[in-house]
């Protein structure tokens, strides 16, 4: 069960990627961040009467605030990061850097990665290299200023992923008596965090077309902290977070099936290594 709840989480967070990145190419991010956000929190609202009751401590939502900070800045990088970039380049980007640092986490508290630890996470420096090789110049709209080898959205992608990372330690650290309290308590952080950027620089929440789009989002977002929080508080935490890593291929299939966005041969071997690097740094951290 514990296996199938991680895989699903896996499926439902590329979905969310690919709708939040496909809503961010036609309205501004933070918008549908907000709105996004706030669907999500409704969802877990209004089903939470119906869940088994939970004794939460308050390092329970200590851990939860923490994971809605870091969780809300990663998920609002990956999304402006799709907005400009290639979904299939951005996503494994991301997904290689949050499975990365649960790594550096353990050897800054003196653990030591095993073999296949390290040789994730060399592999998974080439597989940024290779997924930003570009086949033809970049338009001048989207070229990289000051002659960067990155492509459009991939810097922002490495950042992204090292704050989903700490989205991820964030909630393993809570206890299964919590139950569902820690991801009500990071929802309500992100969306009162943003809620108040949207205030303070005035900016409209309107979405004209696009809004079903991002509350669909929103809501497999949610759904997928949730599976993912179920299998973490219950399963071994290498094995939960090496599968729901794999998220990028459910965003990766979807651009390619509804944009047709075409890789060349150096990005697929990117994007392969990324996804078995994922396997080595967090199979190597048991």
Request: hydrophobic share 60%; with cysteine.
């Amino acid at each position: 069960m514990t296996l199938l709840l991680a895989l699903a989480s896996a499926v439902l967070y590329g979905a969310a990627d690919f709708t939040g990145g496909l809503a961010t190419r036609r309205a501004s991010t933070l918008p549908v961040i907000v709105l996004s956000q706030l669907s999500g929190l409704v969802l877990l609202a209004l089903l939470f009467p119906f869940l088994p009751a939970a004794t939460p401590s308050r390092a329970d939502l200590l851990w939860g605030v923490t994971a809605g900070l870091t969780g809300g800045a990663g998920v609002a990088l990956l999304y402006r990061a799709l907005a400009i970039g290639r979904m299939a380049v951005v996503a494994p980007t991301t997904a290689v850097c949050a499975v990365a640092v649960p790594v550096l986490v353990s050897v800054a508290l003196g653990e030591r990665p095993g073999p296949l630890a390290v040789a994730g996470i060399v592999l998974g420096l080439v597989a940024i290299v290779l997924v930003s090789q570009q086949t033809a110049p970049e338009p001048a709209a989207l070229a990289p200023e000051g002659g960067a080898r990155l492509p459009p959205g991939v810097g922002i992608a490495l950042v992204s992923g090292v704050a989903i990372g700490l989205f991820l330690l964030s909630l393993a650290q809570t206890r299964v008596e919590a139950g569902m309290w820690p991801i009500l308590a990071s929802r309500s952080t992100s969306v009162g965090l943003f809620g108040l950027a949207a205030l303070f620089t005035r900016r409209s929440l309107r979405l004209p077309g696009v809004l079903l789009l991002t509350l669909v989002g929103g809501v497999m977002d949610m759904t997928a902290n949730a599976l993912y929080l179920l299998a973490v508080q219950v399963g071994p935490l290498s094995v939960v977070v090496t599968l729901a890593s794999l998220y990028p291929a459910s965003t990766v299939l979807l651009a390619r099936v509804m944009l047709g966005e075409r890789l060349n041969l150096r990005q697929v071997a990117g994007v392969a290594c990324a996804l078995a690097a994922i396997a080595l740094i967090v199979g190597g951290g048991r």
